[in-house]
């Protein structure tokens, strides 16, 4: 596919190289637009070794907006509050701008990445809410406000916002809800019982759900991995955190999906202050209910996807377990997997999985998670 970058004048146009090599790791083709000021602060040499594609810094008598403006997609990265006024009012004076109006005329798809001084972008709401009300196919991403800033999002955002609008939308408007990372049970003030899951497997299912469309809830225990801010995000830290959560978000959720490492015990003897590290303690452990076991009895209408670890054992037993915990808790779908698979333990990248459900399993070998979460999303989607 191909995404035409339009440049603007704000400073964050030095991050527009990084950009290029994100989406082109993600297999898009990009070309740029640069408007003059733009040109003052990246030179168009560097964007054109970026894309390896001549970058447009002028309209021409090849009329490049024209032939340009029905691109996949138009990328709008960094966006001034300039070229947004002049978008909402139709004026087309630079390249990018004249590029920008002629696109909207064929319903191109035009994302804008604003990145300018907060009091700015509070200024040009009217502008923004007006583009909203007259360009259905135009979207805005939230800046992240810091520094009194309304800064440019990370380059992995930008590029997910990217694929979601591109994306056939399977699962448009579809509320889903995600529980991912390790809990954490205390003992003391100081110390805890947790686990070594990285909650990678979970973060990109969530981004898979997005791409298609959903309305993505994350809900996180400890986590080592980056976590793009498009997602509603719910920070907890014990079982019952999460369990608490979940009983207010399920009844509005169509698909749960527990890919969480939930503590099976909590301490029973919890010290309020410090145990002593000059003495030997005994920690007596009380068993915590199945997070699984109360979602059906909660919504029996969400589509529940349960996750299934073992340690070293034959793939029979793998699948039987897993199917005796999917009928145990009245499951959906199960994805069970071997956590001393080679290079797909704990905190890897990589994942062997199988995915069962009432008639029949599909392994998934040794892949990258974000692969292997794809094939996820797919058997969700065919038993909806």
Known sequence: ?????????????????????????????????????????????????????????????????????QADLILVAPATANTIGKFANKIADTNVTTLLLTASGYDTPILFVPSMHISMYEAIEDNINKIKENYPQVKFMEPVNAERKAKFPSKEDIALEVERMLNTHSLKDKNVLISTGATFEAIDAMRGITNRSSGKMGVEIAKEAYRRGANVTLLCGQLHTYVPTVFNRIDVESTQEMMDVIAKQIESTDIYVSAAAISDFKIEDYCENKYPSEDDITIKFARLPKLLERIKQLNPDTFVVGFKAEAGVSEDELISKAQNRMMKY???????????????????????????????????????????????????????
């Open 1 to 69: 596919m191909k995404i035409i970058l339009c440049i603007t004048g704000s400073i964050a146009a030095v991050e527009d190289l990084k950009l290029v090599h994100q989406l082109q790791r993600r297999g898009f083709e990009v070309e740029c637009f640069m408007s003059p000021s733009a040109c003052e602060i990246i030179t168009p040499l560097s964007m054109e070794f970026a894309t390896k594609n001549p970058v447009n810094t002028k309209i021409t008598g090849y009329v490049e907006h024209v032939v340009n403006a």
């Open 330 to 384: 009245n499951t959906d779908i199960m994805i069970a997997n071997d956590i001393l698979v080679e290079n797909g333990g704990p905190g890897s990248d990589n994942n062997e999985v199988y995915i069962i459900d009432n008639e029949s399993y599909d392994k998934v070998s040794l892949d990258s998670k974000e692969n292997v979460s794809k094939k996820i999303v797919d058997k969700v989607i065919t038993l909806l």
